[in-house]
């Protein structure tokens, strides 16, 4: 297997040299299966994608350099500082930095539980959008809502749609 992490290493090292993204990504899996003419790969069993501080696991990847972007199939965990997101399926565009999140979708941040359909997370702006209906959960507090932001930079959210929010008597939400 060390075998193999190093050649995927190598071969995933000279596809994202060129690249427009300029943070360095190492990905691990226990398989590959590289197309080096169409510089395509696809990634599965216990894999971890690293670039930065952001950690990324799943049980399926693919990924061509044409589009710098990796799809993720299978329980889908991505982690970055106070934010955790857990789904089926996970879109990274590395060249707008963005990730899309959908299906079976949940995020954690700091005390809320957020579910919901579709989630948009632009990195660099630290700005998750959850499109389409999402419920979030802080204690017994409750938010239910369309179309909600969290901005993890002011640690607020927005909604601009009609939104429910049920605070418990003596709790202390956010």
Same mark, same amino acid.
């Given at each position: 297997?060390?075998?193999?992490?190093?050649?995927?290493?190598?071969?995933?090292?000279?596809?994202?040299?060129?690249?427009?993204?300029?943070?360095?990504?190492?990905?691990?899996?226990?398989?590959?299966?590289?197309?080096?003419?169409?510089?395509?790969? *696809?990634?599965?069993?216990?894999?971890?994608?690293? $670039? +930065?501080?952001?950690?990324?696991? %799943?049980?399926?990847? =693919? @990924?061509?350099?044409?589009?710098?972007?990796?799809?993720?199939?299978?329980?889908?965990?991505?982690?970055?500082?106070?934010?955790?997101?857990?789904?089926?399926?996970? *879109?990274?565009?590395?060249?707008?930095?963005?990730? $899309? +999140?959908?299906?079976?979708?949940? %995020?954690?941040?700091? =005390? @809320?539980?957020?579910?919901?359909?579709?989630?948009?997370?632009?990195?660099?702006?630290?700005?998750?959008?959850?499109?389409?209906?999402?419920?979030?959960?802080?204690?017994?507090?409750?938010?239910?809502?369309?179309?909600?932001?969290?901005?993890?930079?002011?640690?607020?959210?927005?909604?601009?749609?009609?939104?429910?929010?049920?605070?418990?008597?003596?709790?202390?939400?956010?």
């Amino acid at each position: 297997m060390l075998r193999l992490i190093f050649a995927s290493m190598l071969f995933i090292s000279m596809l994202y040299a060129a690249t427009l993204s300029s943070d360095q990504i190492d990905i691990e899996a226990d398989r590959f299966e590289v197309n080096i003419s169409s510089n395509h790969f *696809v990634a599965q069993d216990n894999i971890v994608i690293r $670039q +930065g501080e952001i950690i990324i696991r %799943a049980k399926q990847a =693919s @990924y061509t350099r044409a589009k710098d972007i990796i799809h993720l199939l299978g329980s889908v965990e991505m982690v970055y500082g106070p934010l955790r997101i857990v789904c089926e399926q996970l *879109v990274f565009d590395r060249r707008k930095q963005e990730l $899309q +999140g959908s299906k079976s979708l949940k %995020a954690f941040y700091r =005390s @809320y539980e957020i579910e919901g359909e579709t989630l948009i997370y632009r990195i660099n702006q630290k700005i998750v959008d959850f499109v389409g209906m999402t419920t979030i959960h802080e204690n017994k507090n409750v938010i239910q809502g369309k179309d909600i932001t969290l901005d993890l930079l002011k640690n607020k959210l927005y909604s601009n749609e009609k939104t429910h929010v049920t605070v418990e008597k003596g709790s202390h939400g956010r």
